[in-house]
């Protein structure tokens, strides 16, 4: 855990030195985890990449967990119809594109993390491990 999370605007991007040399264990592979493993071992490292990578993911994320979110709520309102021709005609018109609107940032995530941390199915393990 970093305790500096939410303080960014207090303190600085790189930490200052400490007086002796310490051992700092890093937990997570992921563009944060590289981020604070690589300042750790050479503050003065250009992350320019990682921070980019970082701010991809993030925004995809974030897209995802909003398409997520309107997902779920069209689900229950669909849910709720009674008639089912109705319904039908809903789960075509509205939850198949709300599926589509949130496949798209999680297909592009894919392509950014590594498959080792990957949490969904890839397209490669739905088409030949299922």
């Known amino acids: 855990m970093n305790p500096r999370t939410a303080f960014e605007h207090i303190y600085p991007d790189v930490p200052p030195k400490a007086e002796k040399p310490r051992t700092i264990g890093v937990i997570g592979a992921g563009p944060a985890g590289v981020i604070t493993a690589v300042t750790a071992a050479c503050p003065q490292a250009d992350l320019t990449v990682q921070r980019e990578l970082l701010e991809k993911v993030s925004l995809r994320l974030t897209a995802a967990t909003k398409a997520l979110n ?25 939850i198949v594109p709300a599926m589509a609107a949130l496949r798209k940032p999680v297909d592009e995530m894919e392509l950014l993390v590594d498959k080792s941390i990957w949490p969904v199915p890839t397209y490669g393990d739905l088409m030949f491990e299922v």
């Open 70 to 94: 309107s997902l779920t709520e069209l689900v229950e309102q669909v849910d709720a119809m009674e008639d089912v021709k109705e319904m039908a005609l809903a789960y075509h018109d509205q």
